[in-house]
């Protein structure tokens, strides 16, 4: 029997109640988020999810991550993880949605009985690898996913606490572990020693000094581990107190940092001292540091995508391997880093929706694809192609030697399934080393619009709909319009309004050629959103 009993499923259905929320509950932005209250019959069906899955794709091990990442610490939530450790293929969403939503344990039972038939899925193997955050209720929501991905007789690999991009990287390395091209040892340390040997062989005896807010969070301890094995690293991590649940992602964190423009707490202003934030679950990573007079100055995911294109552009040309960098960004990218890409840089960009599933992909039809939204969440990923010219190239010289053993130990060195905090911190921190650069040289190289993002809470913010890569509302009727013409007054003025995918609210973003013009606009669009909703 490859499915338990009707009865079987009745029992579970028991024990992990169904959420009580007004219009159901959807796979979002980046999978299902709300109130862990919510979540522990969501969190069953995405345990069988992942076990169909995985029978579809013939036993390919999927993951499960339970995290709600920079959300409050009493919400939680869940991402599955395709085999080769990207995004749960987007036709399956809907999937999800549909089993998080069934009403009775009758109808789950049916749905999954039929999807077995359909796919004859009978006699398949399913293989799970799970892992949490450090939120209090992902321990409970794991058994539920494990209860889940029973029903299905699966064989579960329970990691426990991860950062995200982790185990991503896990699922990428068990697939495979016994191909010609194995991604690494599936398991923390072959993690760490991964990151630390490229690390190592760029840096060789150089030791750099970081400051890493942890947010209270899983990054806090994970990239305590990697500087254990990492001489190279001269380590201070503040923001560390997994043990106080309330703390996660409060006053501290990459969000945080990035929203309100300010340090985070226990990071105190020391002129020019490089520091960093990671979020709740280590995938997204901004960098920042205080001037003479105490100013502060943010380095987010727009800086590290320009610093990351222009570096590998450079060192590409150097090593005279043919292969083209383009960068996608998201509406959120500041206007100024995008002229910069396209006027200074000279490549190409594309802009997608929110969601570093529409980037990945996009980033995956360039040679070399660096993608980063602006709050931190991105990567740079090689082509097979690209990775192919990179290691079978013969360099003519020296200098080209150098410039393809660096571009080798940097597709190491780079998470190349989705962002990674502790990856892009030491991607950076190899390029200001090469650069000889402190975070005020790299910030220098163009200046932010200034700008401002606002939560606006509505009651329902699924009335707003989007087109044009998010950038314009469809609905509700005559918003845009209103939105258009207060634009219109702002020298360098832009501003869009979209319904988030993770939270609760609809955010709106506001740049201008001044500080008090953008937070004008904000406030103005702000005030437009709520009165259409
Ligand atoms: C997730 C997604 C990101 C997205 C962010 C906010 O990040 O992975 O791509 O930018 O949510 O999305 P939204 O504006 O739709 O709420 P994380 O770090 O929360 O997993």
Redesign the pocket.
Known sequence: MSLLSYEDFEKLEVQYPKPQINGGIRY????F?SNSRDLPFVMFCCGILAALRSRYLGGQTIGVMI?????PPGDN?V?LIDPQGE?LEQSWEVHATDMANCQTAKQLYEFVKQFIDTYKLHDAVANIAWARDTRPSGEYLARAVEDGAHCLKSNIRAYKLLT?PQLHYMVRALNTQSTTNPYGQPDEEGYYRKLAKSFGSILKDAKISITVDGANGVGAIKVAELAKVCPQLDLTVVNYHTDVPNALNVECG??FVKVQQRLPNNVKPEPFKTCCSF???A??IVFYYTDSESKFHLLDGDKISTLAAMFLRDLVAQAGVNATVGVVQ?A?ANGASSDYIRDNLKLAVEVTP??????HHSAQRFDIGVYF?A?G?GTVLFSPEALTQIFQYEAQSPAQKTAVDLLRSLTELINQTV?DAISDMMLVLVILSYKNWTLKEWDSEYNDLPNRLVKVLVPDRRIFETTDAERKLIKPEGLQARIDSVVKKYSKGRSFA??????D?V?VYAEAQTRPEADELAVRVSELVSDAA
Do not use: I
């Open positions: 979002g932005t980046a999978g988020r995290t709600a990442s920079h959300n939530g991402k995004m995200t990459a969000d979020d709740g679950d995938d997204r998201t959120y929110t969601g570093v599933k529409h980037l939204e709050n969440h962002g979209r319904a988030s995918g993770t939270e609210a955010r």
